[in-house]
């Protein structure tokens, strides 16, 4: 189940749309101004918004350069324009600002349902190649633990007190460190 959010002055578009989507199992929520709708995407972080280009304090197209504009915050909402508005310049525009789809009114609900489980999709893609980066950096510095701590052992004889300020000075790592040796290593 996603957490999609419409924003669209259109008040029974925006009702029908919300009935059918949370009709799909979705959480949605909706808003009739940009002000509203961005308000809601920094509160309750959608996983998806659908967004009229058009609105009255605003457009579409100001909710995508806010959006751009907070740096990495949003960058995982996906953004799909739904407007009445088919030229080909406008369209190019607001995928060129960063959305990652765009529908014309009037609205087909089958081709919308098709739309939002794409871009769950690409999202879920994104979000998994996301995690392998961070495991691989978490392996990384795992593994610049390990190479420290080890050299830590070489050069300290396994003192602990030498190993604990090589922690703190040295790798500027908070850390106390309690070891026990069952077994004497030769050096």
């Known amino acids: 189940m996603a957490k999609i959010l419409i924003i669209d002055d259109d008040r029974t578009l925006c009702h029908d749309m919300l009935n059918v989507i949370a009709g799909w199992g979705h959480d949605v929520l909706s808003a009739e101004t940009a002000r509203d709708g961005f ?12 967004c009229d280009l058009n609105l009255p304090d605003g457009s579409g197209m100001g909710i995508m350069r806010l959006i751009n504009s907070v740096n990495t915050e949003f960058f995982n909402v996906m953004v ?9 310049r406008i369209v190019t ?18 081709v919308l349902k098709a739309r939002i489980h794409g871009l ?3 999202q879920e893609k994104y979000e998994v190649g996301l995690n392998a980066v961070s495991n691989e950096k978490a392996v ?5 633990f390990a190479a420290s701590f080890s ?4 050069l300290t004889g396994l003192a602990s007190i030498s190993m ?5 000075v040295v790798l500027g ?4 460190v309690d070891v026990h040796f069952s077994d004497v290593l030769p050096f």
């Open 173 to 176: 790592i908070n850390l106390f």
């Open 39 to 50: 308000k809601t995407i920094e509160d309750w972080r959608p996983d998806v918004v659908l």
């Open 151 to 154: 050299l830590c052992f070489l």
């Open 80 to 88: 799909l324009f739904i407007s009445s508005e088919p030229a080909a």
């Open 93 to 110: 525009e607001a995928l060129n600002l960063g959305a990652d789809d765009y529908l014309i009114k009037p609205v087909n609900y089958d």
């Open 164 to 168: 604990i300020y090589w922690f703190k």
């Open 140 to 144: 990384l510095d795992g593994a610049k």
């Open 120 to 122: 769950l999709r690409k």
